[in-house]
């Protein structure tokens, strides 16, 4: 007999605390699998950020550090310095990565660092029960725009694709979401690349998912994933922002 | 490697760095202490190390963390207003249990403050600086020689105790010329990191590098054994001169280049006739609290000396603990006390203008 699903051997048999319906357990399941489709598990080390997803340390079946809010790529940066060879990633939310952490973000994409980010936007901010985020789109409510987000005083929200597409040390950048199965299958591909190309040294790698916060949007699992293509994907758009490696081929 | 050779402060520290195996180096620019970044920059390609200047002093001090993490020997070095932008990473790197190096060439503050040498980091370096339950040890050097020695020490100080050094200079030694002498460097004890991210290839469970502990009852335990450490640290790591202090009336307390002043100073008053002696930390923390107060028994009053408003003399009243009067003369903002100041507190404390 054959099993057609079983647990991917980079994903810890432990359980998650992400709330019924969330999308951050298929993204920790497709870094999981892109880990494995590439045998990379024991050379691996994930950086866990501040957010939902700071207890991310103990899902992955890798070596992890827990970085400080925002400062993930300044973490990796300093275990990929000290071992290039090892395939290090970063797992964090908009707010982590787009607000308190933009330097971080900006700057280990100009370095070129050789590390991957495994973003994951949702529009709020989860873990802090459900604030504006730097990508909370125009006239969304949040706990923190309870009258929807009003551009004239609470500003845009920030396209991290597009702002990292303008950085010559970027090797690939692509968004993708996982809001159904063709979808997903997109995404593990992406991350899966971006797993590739960080072993052929050849940079800064990005992939930005879009994802669900059904708790903190007030929705079902099921309206969140429809909130999410009627509303998010108009606005992030899905697709491949810069790729070198296919530059060259 | 024995000749003496003629270096800057900021230099010699970064060499001796580099004598003892580090390897990486994170910085961002600030006067007084760009000659370390700069040397660093120029020698370590030259070693197979790594210098990398940072968009800030909060991603180096990250940066450190990711690096002592990984298993390295790692130092960052900045100035006042840039240390207080690294408190954040320094909290998470006691709290991660990691070792690594952090210079401090203090300039005068609070805020942009100056660019002249103080020591008004006291309070941050010794009381906390970042948030939660910790401490760092805090070396004081006060000659380009001591520097070299105790930053070569401060590695294996880290390594040992898993925790963040600091060496806490001022501007003067940074930018003082003195002959140095590197000896070959002996490691205290050689310390396998096999709590490094540095891949399982495999063969062990991950490896994680954490400060969060959800639970308050593991938090609490945490804290307590890192305290227990602290505890062993204070018996165990504590350096201090006491010079001249049997039979005198008054003990000069001072730390850094301040003490060097201060030694000055004794010689004038002892040639006038005042019986003085000094106690220098070479540790501010652990602090030397048992020698201050041995010497509180004889003597008939302290007089602290710092380029600050006043912060170590908390720490000598603590250690005095009302036996005798703690005296307090500073200058700050980067003015230095010279000689003459001090013998003219000499004379007032004796004269009993002071009593
Ligand atoms: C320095 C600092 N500021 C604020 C916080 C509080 N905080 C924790 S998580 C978080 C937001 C996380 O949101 P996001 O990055 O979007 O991730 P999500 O929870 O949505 O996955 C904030 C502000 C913190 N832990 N540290
Ligand atoms: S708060 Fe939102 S993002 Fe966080 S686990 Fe719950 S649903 Fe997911």
Not at chain 2, 67 to 93: C, D, F, H, N, W
Not at chain 2, 197 to 204: D, P, Y
Not at chain 2, 245 to 250: A, G, P, S, T, Y
Request: glycine letters at 10%.
């Amino acid at each position: 007999m054959t099993k057609a699903f079983e647990r991917p051997k980079a994903l810890a048999d432990v359980q998650q605390h992400y709330c019924p319906g969330c999308t951050h357990g298929i993204i920790h399941r497709l870094v999981a699998e892109a880990m494995d489709c590439l045998d990379i598990n024991g050379k691996t080390v994930g950086v866990a950020p501040v957010g939902c997803a700071v207890f991310a340390y103990n899902y992955f079946n890798c070596d992890m550090q827990q970085a400080a809010h925002g400062r993930a790529p300044a973490v990796a940066t300093g275990v990929k310095r000290v071992h290039p060879d090892n395939i290090v990633f970063t797992y964090q939310g908009d707010g982590d990565l787009a607000a308190i952490g933009t330097a971080e973000m900006i700057h280990a994409a100009a370095r070129g660092e050789n590390i991957t980010i495994i973003f994951v936007n949702n529009a709020i901010y989860g873990m802090t029960g459900g604030q504006m985020a730097p990508t909370t789109l125009a006239g969304q409510v949040t706990q923190t725009t309870p009258y929807g987000r009003n551009t004239q005083t609470q500003g845009y929200p920030i396209s991290v694709c597009e702002i990292l597409a303008t950085i010559e040390g970027v090797a690939y950048l692509e968004r993708v979401s996982v809001d159904n199965v063709k979808n997903i299958r997109g995404a593990k591909k992406a991350i899966e690349k971006a797993f590739r190309y960080q072993k052929e040294d050849k940079g800064f790698t990005l992939i930005e998912i879009l994802s669900t916060c059904p708790t903190n949007w007030g929705l079902t699992p099921l309206e969140s994933l429809d909130w999410l293509r009627d509303n998010m994907m108009p606005h992030y758009p899905l697709g491949i922002f810069k790729d070198k490696g296919e530059d060259k081929a | 490697m024995s000749e003496k050779l003629l270096m800057k402060g900021n230099e010699a520290i970064s060499e001796a760095a580099i004598q003892a195996g580090c390897r990486y180096f994170f910085g961002y620019p600030i006067t007084p202490q760009n000659e370390i970044p700069a040397y660093m920059s120029k020698r370590m390609p030259k070693v197979n190390g790594l210098y990398l200047q940072a968009e800030s002093e909060v991603s180096a001090i990250n940066m450190v963390y990711g690096a002592a993490g990984a298993g390295a020997r790692v130092m960052t070095s900045s100035s006042s207003p840039g240390i207080s932008l690294k408190q954040e990473g320094i909290s998470y790197i006691a709290g991660s249990e990691l070792p690594c190096v952090i210079v401090n060439i203090v300039r005068g503050g609070p805020g942009l403050g100056g660019i002249q040498p103080a020591q008004s980091d006291y309070f941050q370096s010794v009381k906390g600086g970042g948030h939660g339950d910790y401490k760092l040890v805090v070396l004081v050097p006060s000659s380009v020689q001591e520097a070299v020695d105790m930053t070569i020490e401060a590695f294996d100080i880290a390594d040992m105790y898993r925790m963040p050094v600091m060496i806490l200079g001022d501007g003067l030694l940074g930018q003082m010329m003195e002959p140095v002498v590197f000896k070959s460097y002996e490691p205290r004890q050689i310390l396998e990191k096999t709590w490094g991210t540095t891949g399982t290839e495999g063969k062990r469970k991950p490896n994680i590098i954490n400060s969060l502990y959800i639970d308050p009852k593991d938090l609490e335990d945490k804290n307590i054994e890192r305290f227990e450490r602290y505890k062993y640290i204070e018996k165990n790591e504590v350096q201090v001169e006491v010079v001249d202090c049997e039979d005198v009336d008054i003990v000069l307390i001072a730390y850094g280049t301040m003490a060097r002043v201060v030694k000055s100073a004794m010689k004038i008053a002892r040639e006038q006739g005042y019986k003085v002696g000094v106690i220098r930390p070479l540790t501010v923390w652990p602090f030397p609290t048992e020698a201050i107060c041995k010497v509180a028994r004889t003597a008939k009053a302290f007089l602290t000396i710092e380029m600050s408003m006043g912060q170590m003399v908390e720490d000598v009243k603590l250690a005095v603990n009302g036996q005798k009067p703690v005296y307090f003369y500073g200058r700050t903002g980067g003015m230095v006390p010279t000689p003459n100041d001090i013998v003219e507190e000499i004379k007032k404390i004796s004269g009993g203008e002071k009593l």
